[in-house]
């Protein structure tokens, strides 16, 4: 029987921080299976999902603290996740760009919650555009949508609030 668990780790970026989890994962038999790892205001931080014999769980979670030694401050959270793939035939994709400024992903956030939408995955930067040096709020994102709602309906409701934020939306069905 495997145990999943999901850890969030943070430290001063340095390298080496990576293979010090990995190493202990491995040592207790465990299987790295997902995860969002960055390097963030010069600390690295990061979600990991793996999974391990249940006889080696107690153990794990007993030696994590012992990676503070190696800079890193990590956080357990065990599951009931069962191992199955997700199912991401449903899922939809929305890429956001726009001028970068305060409250985008509370409004898209708020929009999409209203909606009944999930967020399976979100990844954003800000990054400075390459003639004007303005900064530039993107961000990806899968949603999953519950299963009453259609991709127009979400769509349209997203497109007025694009337009009041002056930012651009895509939004398609997931490959």
Avoid: Y
Wanted: include cysteine.
């Amino acid at each position: 029987m495997a145990r999943a668990l999901v850890l969030t780790v943070i430290g001063h970026d340095r390298p080496g921080l990576v293979e010090a989890l990995a190493d202990l994962i491995a040592n207790h038999e465990g299987n790295w299976d997902e995860s969002r790892m960055a390097r963030l205001a010069g600390h690295f931080a990061g979600v990991v999902q793996i999974h391990l014999p249940e006889h080696q769980a107690e153990a794990f979670m007993t030696a994590l603290p012992s990676l503070a030694d190696q800079g890193l401050s990590v956080s357990v959270v065990d599951s009931d996740w069962t191992l199955v793939d997700v199912d991401h035939r449903n899922s939809l994709q929305l890429e956001l760009v726009g001028q970068d400024r305060p409250g985008i992903v509370r409004e898209i956030s708020r929009k999409l919650a209203g909606l009944g939408v999930s967020m399976q995955d979100l990844r954003t930067v800000v990054e400075c555009a390459p003639m004007s040096g303005e900064r530039i709020f993107r961000a990806e994102a899968e949603l999953v949508p519950p299963p009453q709602t259609s991709f127009e309906h979400i769509r349209a409701a997203l497109e007025p609030l694009a337009d009041d934020m002056m930012i651009d939306i895509t939004l398609k069905p997931c490959e």
